[in-house]
């Protein structure tokens, strides 16, 4: 664990949880969020990272997977069903199975090692935007500022609360910033480089990304995710959002946003 005392400037950025158990990947990462503003705290093992995490309840967690004993995955899991705290992954290059499942669990960002630590404390300061309701960097996150409805689903980007039928919704960051791009823009179809870049920010990178969060989102707004209405596959193209499959009230009918809008 980190038990330097920061100066009080650093906690202006939020606080870190770094778990990582390499002490030299550890120490380099802490420095460079350290220098940005951020109050960090290391954990060195999945154990300690638990302990850490329910005593100091961090803005932010950034994750290595490969852990020893409680492995990252298991620590990313124990996490989400506590709280909705953003975690960023740290993986091994090619290690996509890893990735996949490290999405799959909740993850709403991912850094493959070797890695730059400048890109790391970016990424971190993206996420927590978002999670703030502050918006992400040009061309990510959502759009619109006014809430959103159709089909049984209500969505308020600056609240950042999300519901189905009246129930609250337990989505992650990127899960959310995705639900707000296909209401906002309802009968469209996007390819999946589209939404990496409008909803991720990124103008490349690993387009499974996507495939996983679109199976994540359906698994929790639609009557059978198996065979989806709302988020439907478009072949050759991507997907496409589409209120009129599902029934809508009067109120979601005069409050659905305009194709297109911003």
Same mark, same amino acid.
């Given at each position: ?7 009080p ?23 460079y ?7 960090v705290e ?6 300690a990272?638990?302990?850490?995490a ?44 890893? #990735?996949?499942? !490290?999405? =799959?669990? /909740? *993850?709403?960002?991912?850094? %493959?090692? +070797?890695?730059?630590?400048?890109? $790391?404390? &970016? ?6 935007r978002?999670? #703030?309701?502050? !918006?992400? =960097?040009? /061309? *990510?996150?959502?759009?619109a %500022?006014? +809430?959103?409805?159709?089909?049984? $689903?209500? &969505? ?107």
């Amino acid at each position: 664990m980190n038990s330097s005392a920061p100066h009080p400037q650093q906690a202006a950025g939020g606080r870190i949880l770094v778990v990582d158990d390499d002490p030299t990947v550890a120490e380099v990462v802490s420095g460079y969020l350290e220098r940005a503003g951020f109050l960090v705290e290391q954990a060195a093992d999945g154990v300690a990272a638990l302990h850490s995490a329910a005593r100091g309840r961090p803005d932010l967690v950034v994750l290595d997977l490969m852990l020893p004993g409680v492995d990252g995955f298991e620590v990313c899991r124990r996490l989400r069903a506590q709280r909705p705290v953003p975690v960023i992954m740290l993986t091994a290059r090619g290690d996509e199975d890893d #990735r996949i499942a !490290g999405l =799959e669990l /909740g *993850a709403d960002d991912y850094v %493959t090692k +070797p890695f730059s630590p400048r890109e $790391l404390v &970016l990424r971190v300061e993206s996420v927590l935007r978002r999670s #703030r309701g502050e !918006g992400g =960097e040009p /061309g *990510a996150g959502p759009t619109a %500022t006014r +809430p959103l409805r159709a089909a049984g $689903l209500s &969505l308020d980007p600056r609240t950042r609360r999300a519901e189905r039928d009246g129930q609250e919704l337990a989505l992650t960051l990127r899960e959310f910033d995705l639900l707000a791009h296909f209401l906002t823009h309802p009968g469209r179809a996007h390819t999946r480089e589209e939404l990496m870049r409008h909803v991720w920010g990124w103008e490349f990178g690993d387009l499974s990304t996507v495939t996983v969060h679109v199976r994540r989102l359906r698994g929790k707004i639609e009557q059978d995710p198996g065979q989806p209405r709302l988020i439907q596959t478009v072949w050759g193209v991507g997907y496409r959002f589409e209120p009129e499959a599902v029934p809508t009230t009067p109120e979601d009918t005069a409050q659905r946003p305009e194709a297109g809008a911003a």
